[in-house]
């Protein structure tokens, strides 16, 4: 089992930043591809970006590239999203999640999730 517990979500005016955490515990963290979603409102969920172990390979969905940036420390068995230039449509619940794969973007291609950390945009 892995357990993922998010943070630094919040309220934020258009244009600003912020940046979230994902602290693992359990199983090897370093073993696990490591990816964020977000679910606004009424919206099915989405994939935002993903990391693999080493940290060597990314993807963004195309709306947050150039803007957000996904890393993580290994030592600290955490991952982050940097937000910034955020808009409003940003407004959304961002879970991180874990997988087995090197990579993914698909909701079911991740075994373990967080309980997630509201980031609302205001306008």
């Known amino acids: 089992q892995v357990q993922l517990v998010e943070s630094g979500g919040g309220l934020v005016q258009a244009g600003g930043s912020l940046r979230l955490s994902c602290a693992a515990s359990?199983?090897?963290?370093?073993?696990?591809?490591m990816g964020w979603f977000r679910q606004a409102p009424g919206k099915e969920p989405e994939f935002v970006a993903v990391?693999?172990?080493?940290?060597?390979?990314?993807y963004y969905r195309d709306s947050v590239k150039g803007r957000f940036t996904i890393s993580r420390d290994n030592a600290k068995n955490t991952v982050y999203l940097q937000m910034n230039s955020l808009k409003p449509e940003d407004t959304a619940v961002y879970y991180c999640?874990?997988?087995?794969?090197?990579?993914?973007?698909?909701?079911?291609?991740?075994?373990?999730w967080g309980q997630g950390t509201q980031v609302t945009v205001s306008s």
């Open positions: 359990g199983r090897t963290f370093s073993r696990y591809g």
């Open positions: 999640a874990a997988t087995e794969f090197t990579v993914g973007t698909m909701r079911h291609q991740y075994d373990y």
């Open positions: 990391i693999d172990w080493s940290g060597g390979i990314t």
